[in-house]
């Protein structure tokens, strides 16, 4: 009755350690293949290329800067609502979940508002797509556009300190996003 018990001890040892075993060796020159397999390696390095090296040929997020046709703004709630095109620069389809971050001027460094997206917006390889950003002005920030940006038109923005969530990967963006030039609004 011992040899059976010891036999059995041993097939369930064998069976439980083997395929263990079998895998660690397999992956013995990648082991952080085991938990984080090699596709979500590969889309974290091209979500932080697309966001850290926006400038590049095919990285740029934002194709086209906001025209004051895109902007709608209300004065009461300091709150504002941007419309503007989101290109896929990710080698497959990408659901950009959410985005946030702070708004800034660059002529000045000066922080606007905070940012985020409205709504997900599913996108295919290489598509723009038109996504709604919204937004509320801080006092500090009406006050910083009515004394330096007096009577212009636009102001250069950019995203800093943003978060970014594509496919359930969420991207610490330490690099500024070049918005390019958005409506000033008084």
Do not use: W
């Amino acid at each position: 009755m011992d040899k059976v018990r010891l036999a059995l001890v041993l097939v369930t040892i064998a069976i439980t350690v083997g395929p263990i075993l079998g895998v660690v060796l397999a992956y013995r020159d990648n082991l952080m293949g085991l938990v984080i397999p090699p596709e979500s390696e590969q889309l974290v390095d091209n979500l932080e290329n697309v966001f850290t090296n926006p400038g590049e040929p095919g990285n740029s997020i934002f194709p086209e800067p906001p025209g004051p046709e895109d902007i709608q703004y209300d004065p009461t709630s300091r709150t504002f609502t941007l419309a503007t095109k989101i290109k896929n620069p990710l080698p497959f389809d990408a659901t950009l979940n959410s985005m946030s971050g702070t708004l800034q001027c660059d002529a000045h460094n000066f922080a606007l508002g905070e940012i985020s997206l409205k709504d997900p917006v599913n996108m295919k390889t290489g598509e723009t797509v038109t996504a709604t950003i919204t937004g509320q002005y801080t006092e500090a920030a009406l006050t910083h556009l009515a004394n330096e940006h007096a009577g212009e038109q636009s102001l250069a923005a950019s995203l800093v300190d943003s978060t970014i969530n594509v496919g359930g990967i969420i991207v610490q963006v330490s690099e500024r996003i070049n918005l390019g030039e958005i409506p000033v609004v008084t």
